[in-house]
Structure formats: C-alpha cells, structure tokens
C-alpha cells in the first residue's frame, strides 16, 4: 500500500543566492498567492497588489542588469521562479513573464539615457508592462500589422488597433510595435507608450475559458502622441526587436507551462493517494501508476528542454530554435498532462472543488500565446531545412 504524495521540485540551481531566491519565492507563493488563487480565478479578480508585492521584492526584474534595478538573475533561474509562480497561479506567473518581455525592447535596444529614465520605475518602481504585437488581423502573420505611427517633427501618432493584449487597460506602460515604413517586416518601430496617456483606451476584457484574472483586452490608439524620445531602437528595427523579445518570452511560456503541469501532477498525486476503492488507494493500480509515470516524465523532459536553451542563452549562444522547441513541446506537455490529472480525479477532477480542471482550462491559452504551436513548428523546420520555397 502506498502513501506518497506530492515532493519538492528537486532543482539544479547556480549558486547558494539563487537556492536562497527559490526558498524565499515558495515561501512567498504559499503566504500570497496560493490561498486565495481558485477563489480569485472564479471571480476574475486582477491580483494587482500581488504584482506590487513581487515588484517591491525584486521579483518583476529578475533577469535584467543591476545597476538599473535588476536582478541580475540568469535566465537558469529567472525561468524556474516563473514555474513556482505559475504552479501557484498561472495568472501571476504569466503576468510576470509578459512583463518581463514587455521590458526587453528597452533593456536591450534603448539608449542609455532611455534606460537611466524609465527602467528603475519598469523594474523595480511598482509598475506593470504589457506587449502589443498582434493586432485583430495580424497575429500568426505579425509583420502585417497595421497600426500606424506618423512622424511631426520630434513626435510621433500613433493610430490603430492591438488586440490579445495581456494586462490590456490595467498596464503602466506599453511597448507598442507600429508601422513608420512601407509593408512587411522592415518598416515596424518600437514605442513606448505611457498607459495613461491622451487617445489610448480599451476595450472590455475578452471573456476566456480560463485564466479570467488576467484582463485580456484590444487597445485603440486614436491619436495617441508619443515624443520620438520614446522610440526603442532605430527606425525601421521594431521587427528584430520584436522577434528578439519573442525568443527569450517562449521561454518564460515553457516554464509557466510547467509550472502549470507540476500543480497538476501535485494534484493527482494528492488525489490518488487519498482516495481509496476496492480496499485499497487507487494509487495502488497499475493503470494509474503508468499515468502517473508519463506525467512526471513530461513535466521532467521538458523542465530539462527549457532548461538547456536558457543555458545557451545566459552563455550568449543562439537559442532561437531551442526556444521555439521549449516552447512547443512543454505546453503540449501541460495540455496532455493537465488532461489526465482530471481523469485521474475522476468525477471530482470534473468539478470546480478542485483545481485539476483550472489547470487543464489553463493549459490550453499556452499553446496559443506567443505563436502558436504550428508556427513553433515552422520556426523548427526552417532552422533545420532552410526557408520555405516560394
């Protein structure tokens, strides 16, 4: 008969600071985050005061430099802070990564005097970023965006529409990516745009299967004045940008969505071992065992898969095509492992009493953010047999 449950991760972590960092993020997600997640998920509830916790305790600037208010943190261990937060709720751990990637445009493309300004308020002032790429008619296919920035001298106007913006409506700042050029890739700008600032509105949240505490929502720019002083980075150089903070975002993606399966595996352990049938914890049948079995070795394969490309990425090697496989596979990961943890739970995994069927409503979003999981695939193929023929 059994009687396990539930176990620590086991990490591999750097340095003693950074065992010291996971320590106190646990005991962080167990004192604020996880008593009140189901209930707050159920009432859609945004935990704002959560992200000025997190921003006040280094939290919301982890893998960026020092001497602007980061924490120096490499992306080894930034990334398995996520997978606590997401464990706990996927809304803050996701948040955090979006935010995360919102500040990369200026972290790495600003000008100095840029970074001096804004980044201490982004990183460590209590602030909150969102990141507007897609657009209601330009998602997969990002570079057709629409949006327009209009150059009058030293400002610019901004004119259009995002949409499938996290944080939408309740974020600081936004880095916006526009149309300063002709078609295609090469004519896109980086902005950044105060949340407060004259003509930019938006619209009621989405209303999603999951995740309801974290607003989703399209932006409109309706002559939105931006000083050219808040341009990121050349004209005509918002694309590359754009991809750049995509390929480290995935990242953060694949470790949310670990987090996500971790809880859920955490679940069924919990569960299956509690509940007894036919004289005996139901943890105790083989069928059961064997998908139990599959789940930890998914969440374990792809902990080490985004492990890896952070490693390559923290020793500034290219890690565009590990990221993109990441990203692929742990949230089909999530997706599957999140699945079985409601049949494991059966009846009661069907039920808002537990949290399996949160997860596996969360999973899913993951799959879709951030490129979807068929354009993983293409960015796959075409680092390993070239552009498609046109």
Same mark, same amino acid.
């Given at each position: 008969?059994?009687?396990?449950?539930?176990?620590?991760?086991?990490? #591999?972590?750097?340095?003693?600071?950074?065992? !010291?960092?996971?320590?106190?993020?646990?005991?962080?997600? #167990?004192?604020?985050?996880?008593?009140?997640?189901?209930?707050? =998920?159920?009432?859609?509830?945004?935990?704002?005061?959560?992200?000025?916790?997190?921003?006040?305790?280094?939290?919301?600037?982890?893998?960026?430099?020092?001497?602007?208010?980061?924490?120096? $943190?490499?992306?080894?261990?930034?990334? $398995?802070?996520?997978?606590?937060?997401?464990?706990?709720?996927?809304?803050?751990?996701?948040?955090?990564?979006?935010?995360? &990637?919102?500040?990369?445009?200026?972290?790495?493309? *600003?000008?100095?005097?840029?970074?001096? =300004?804004?980044?201490?308020?982004?990183?460590?002032?209590? &602030?909150?970023?969102?990141?507007?790429?897609?657009?209601?008619?330009?998602?997969?296919?990002?570079?057709?965006?629409?949006?327009?920035?209009?150059?009058?001298?030293?400002?610019?106007?901004?004119?259009?529409?995002?949409?499938?913006?996290?944080?939408?409506?309740?974020?600081?700042?936004?880095?916006?990516?526009?149309?300063? *050029?002709?078609?295609?890739?090469?004519?896109?700008?980086?902005?950044?745009?105060?949340? !407060?600032?004259?003509?930019?509105?938006?619209?009621?949240?989405?209303?999603?299967?999951?995740?309801?505490?974290?607003?989703?929502?399209?932006?409109?720019?309706?002559?939105?004045?931006?000083?050219?002083?808040?341009?990121?980075? =050349? =004209?005509?150089?918002?694309?590359?940008? %754009?991809?750049?903070?995509?390929?480290? *975002?995935?990242?953060?993606?694949?470790?949310?969505?670990?987090?996500? %399966?971790?809880?859920?595996?955490?679940?069924?352990?919990?569960?299956? %071992?509690?509940?007894?049938?036919?004289?005996?914890?139901?943890? !105790?049948?083989?069928? &059961?065992?064997?998908?139990?079995?599959?789940? %930890?070795?998914?969440?374990?394969?792809?902990?080490?898969?985004?492990?890896?490309?952070?490693?390559?990425?923290?020793?500034?090697?290219?890690?565009?095509?590990?990221?993109?496989?990441?990203?692929?596979?742990?949230? !089909?990961?999530?997706?599957?492992?999140?699945?079985?943890?409601?049949?494991?739970?059966?009846?009661?995994?069907?039920?808002?009493?537990?949290?399996?069927?949160?997860?596996?409503?969360?999973?899913?979003?993951?799959?879709?953010?951030?490129?979807?999981?068929?354009?993983?695939?293409?960015?796959?193929?075409?680092?390993?047999?070239?552009?498609?023929?046109?």
């Amino acid at each position: 008969m059994t009687d396990h449950g539930p176990q620590p991760v086991e990490r #591999q972590l750097p340095t003693e600071e950074s065992r !010291d960092l996971l320590a106190l993020v646990r005991d962080l997600v #167990q004192r604020e985050i996880e008593p009140a997640a189901a209930e707050e =998920e159920e009432a859609g509830r945004f935990p704002r005061e959560v992200f000025r916790l997190l921003s006040a305790s280094g939290l919301l600037a982890l893998p960026y430099a020092e001497e602007f208010g980061g924490g120096d $943190q490499p992306y080894e261990v930034y990334l $398995q802070v996520l997978e606590e937060l997401a464990a706990a709720r996927l809304t803050v751990g996701l948040g955090v990564s979006v935010h995360t &990637l919102a500040c990369h445009a200026l972290a790495g493309f *600003g000008s100095k005097e840029q970074q001096a =300004e804004h980044l201490p308020g982004m990183l460590g002032g209590g &602030l909150l970023g969102a990141y507007c790429l897609s657009e209601p008619s330009s998602g997969s296919d990002a570079a057709s965006l629409r949006t327009r920035a209009t150059r009058d001298g030293d400002t610019w106007t901004l004119e259009g529409t995002k949409a499938w913006i996290t944080h939408g409506g309740v974020a600081d700042f936004y880095t916006v990516l526009a149309r300063t *050029g002709g078609e295609g890739a090469h004519g896109i700008t980086a902005f950044l745009v105060p949340g !407060d600032a004259p003509g930019l509105s938006a619209a009621p949240p989405e209303r999603k299967m999951g995740m309801k505490g974290s607003p989703t929502a399209q932006l409109h720019f309706d002559g939105v004045r931006v000083p050219d002083a808040r341009r990121i980075g =050349e =004209e005509g150089q918002g694309f590359t940008i %754009a991809l750049s903070a995509l390929d480290s *975002g995935r990242l953060g993606i694949a470790a949310c969505a670990v987090g996500v %399966a971790q809880a859920a595996l955490d679940e069924a352990l919990a569960f299956t %071992a509690g509940r007894r049938q036919f004289g005996r914890p139901i943890a !105790d049948f083989q069928g &059961l065992r064997f998908m139990l079995a599959d789940m %930890a070795t998914q969440i374990e394969a792809g902990r080490a898969l985004y492990l890896a490309a952070a490693r390559l990425r923290d020793a500034g090697l290219p890690f565009s095509r590990q990221a993109a496989m990441a990203k692929l596979f742990c949230t !089909d990961a999530a997706m599957r492992v999140t699945i079985d943890a409601v049949q494991l739970l059966g009846g009661y995994g069907y039920t808002a009493d537990f949290p399996a069927e949160r997860y596996m409503r969360e999973a899913k979003v993951l799959q879709i953010v951030e490129g979807t999981n068929q354009i993983q695939r293409m960015v796959i193929a075409r680092h390993l047999a070239g552009p498609e023929s046109r």
